[in-house]
């Protein structure tokens, strides 16, 4: 009986831990599975979070570009509005705004033939033109402007002709006077009147003064006259730029090839006083006022380009 109570106990037991050990796996599954499923819904999860962060992306993106077209349109909106305060501003109907786009044209084209290319012609006639426009205009507001125009253009109709075209004739001048006059030679005394030593080695050595030597030798005069032309070309091509520095530079060297030209004499004593006559002169245009009016139109227009919310 014990022996069968035992074995019957032993198979209970063996089935009894046969059962549980099933269980335990059933539940270990089924831990698995629930597992495998949280996994897949958080990878979901993550998927839908993606695409959300993605879609607001595309929303941050789209609600820049409406909000760059919204001030956009806000800017125009503001031109537009400013265009139509213009159109009913009495003051800057377009005749009037064409005819002083027209005069500062002519004002800077005058000021620019003066400074640059020394057309004193030419700047006359603009400035004159630009008058003639402004007088077109019957704002009062220009009428300062119409005065600092007439100071301007009386200074520039009191000047004489351009000082760089008349250097250049003046260079020119004495250029030809030295062509046509040749150089003398330095005079010398009779042999009788000279010391022996003079009159021994006469054909041997020529003495002169240290600080004063005469080209005798044709080939030298040759050489120095050519030098001496070669200065005043200098000093025509520094007139052209007008670089004063560079004309008076090259005519003192011109003077000094004088020296070597001429001996002592009343003649040498002119073209050096030619010459420096011709290095005092200036060759730039001087006209204190000259573009006061153009600076004083840019400054009227540049007040009436202000909306009049900003004006004062």
Do not use: C
């Not at 006559?277 to 400054?299: F, M, N």
């Amino acid at each position: 009986m014990f022996l069968a109570a035992l074995a019957a106990a032993g198979w209970y037991g063996w089935n009894w831990w046969k059962s549980h050990e099933a269980d335990a796996r059933a539940q270990v599954a089924s831990a698995d599975h629930r597992i495998d499923a949280l996994n897949q819904r958080l990878d979901a999860m993550r998927d839908d979070q993606r695409a959300q962060v993605q879609r607001l992306q595309q929303a941050d993106a789209t609600n820049r570009v409406l909000r760059d077209e919204l001030l956009g349109i806000g800017q125009r909106a503001a031109l537009l509005e400013e265009s139509v305060t213009r159109l009913a501003d009495p003051n800057r109907d377009g005749v009037q705004a064409l005819r002083l786009e027209e005069a500062e044209m002519l004002l800077v084209f005058g000021q620019q033939r003066l400074e640059i290319a020394g057309d004193l012609a030419g700047a006359k006639r603009s400035y004159a033109t630009a008058d003639a426009v402004l007088a077109a205009i019957k704002d009062p507001a220009y009428v300062n402007l119409r005065q600092a125009l007439i100071q301007e253009r009386a200074a520039i109709d009191a000047l004489d002709a351009d000082p760089r075209i008349d250097a250049l004739a003046r260079i020119d001048a004495f250029s030809r006077a030295l062509e046509e006059t040749p150089p003398e030679t330095a005079a010398q005394a009779p042999a009788g009147d000279r010391p022996w030593w003079k009159r021994a080695f006469a054909n041997v050595f020529d003495i002169q003064p240290r600080d004063r030597v005469i080209a005798e030798l044709p080939s030298d005069r040759a050489a120095a006259m050519a030098a001496l032309q070669l200065e005043l070309t200098l000093a025509r091509a520094a007139a052209e730029r007008r670089d004063e520095g560079g004309f008076r530079a090259a005519l003192a060297r011109a003077r000094d090839w004088l020296d070597r030209l001429w001996p002592p004499s009343a003649a040498l004593d002119a073209r050096r006083g030619e010459l420096d006559r011709i290095a005092e002169r200036s060759l730039s245009l001087s006209v204190p006022t000259l573009g006061s009016t153009l600076q004083q139109l840019r400054q009227l227009r540049a007040a009436a380009d202000v909306s009049p919310s900003e004006r004062p």
